[in-house]
């Protein structure tokens, strides 16, 4: 009878679980709830349409850009805009909705774009952004052609001497691309007015304010400081 008893309560406890397990037990249909990250929450379907055919239209009229970045809309309230290299350009749904008009749109993204393309620049080494100014090449007959043979070419002469004054007015270091002004070429190449680029200033200025998710999407500690967007 007691032998009876042990077996008993040992099998309520194996099919408890109780012997192996500790801590609670969910249910079978229990949905265990993780919390996303917002850079993983997609915007809708609208916002990251008008996102990227916009963003295709600005690439496609401006071929001269080497990099052809793809344009990621994130389903963020705020205003963000951030670029990842020069692989990503990334706007939130917050931004894009607060952008009435395309026009307003395309300058935000067409100014991000500038950003992306001028850090680049500044980033490559002096020998690739300064063309070097070369010396005259040597002619076969240093004389004139009416002058003895032991006077100098005079044309020679002028040609040296304006390639001097040339490599003395070139500066040392190139200026870097202004972001504004490049942005300005690329909006009026895809079909709009130069002057929307001051219509997106209030927008750039907001983004401006917020980088929580360019931190955990580039884990850079700040916005990177080469293009203000004031």
Not at 21 to 38: D, H, I, L
Not at 95 to 123: I, K
Not at 126 to 152: C, F, H, N, Y
Request: aromatic share 6%; charged share 25%.
């Amino acid at each position: 009878m007691r032998k009876g008893l042990l077996l008993a309560g040992g099998i309520a406890l194996a099919l408890s679980g109780c012997l192996w397990e500790n801590g609670p037990k969910r249910a079978a249909k229990e949905v265990v709830r993780t919390k996303s990250s917002p850079a993983t929450v997609p915007a809708n379907l609208e916002a990251s349409t008008r996102v990227d055919s916009l963003g295709r239209r600005i690439l496609a009229a401006n071929p001269g850009i080497a990099a052809k970045p793809i344009f990621q809309t994130i389903g963020a309230p705020h205003p963000e805009l951030f670029h990842q290299s020069t692989t990503f350009i990334y706007v939130t749904q917050g931004l894009v909705h607060g952008c009435e008009t395309e026009a307003e749109l395309a300058g935000v993204l067409c100014y991000e774009l500038a950003r992306m393309v001028a850090e680049r620049e500044s980033l490559a080494p002096l020998s690739a952004r300064q063309r070097e100014i070369l010396p005259p090449m040597e002619p076969g007959l240093t004389k004139d052609v009416v002058g003895a043979q032991t006077q100098p070419d005079q044309f020679r002469i002028a040609e040296l001497a304006r390639y001097e004054k040339e490599r003395n007015n070139q500066p040392g270091v190139p200026s870097l691309i202004d972001p504004w002004k490049l942005a300005r070429t690329y909006l009026e190449r895809a079909g709009f007015r130069g002057d929307d680029i001051e219509s997106a200033r209030p927008h750039l200025d907001a983004a401006a304010k917020y980088f929580e998710l360019e931190r955990q999407i580039t884990g850079a500690g700040m916005p990177a400081p080469f293009a203000p967007r004031r």
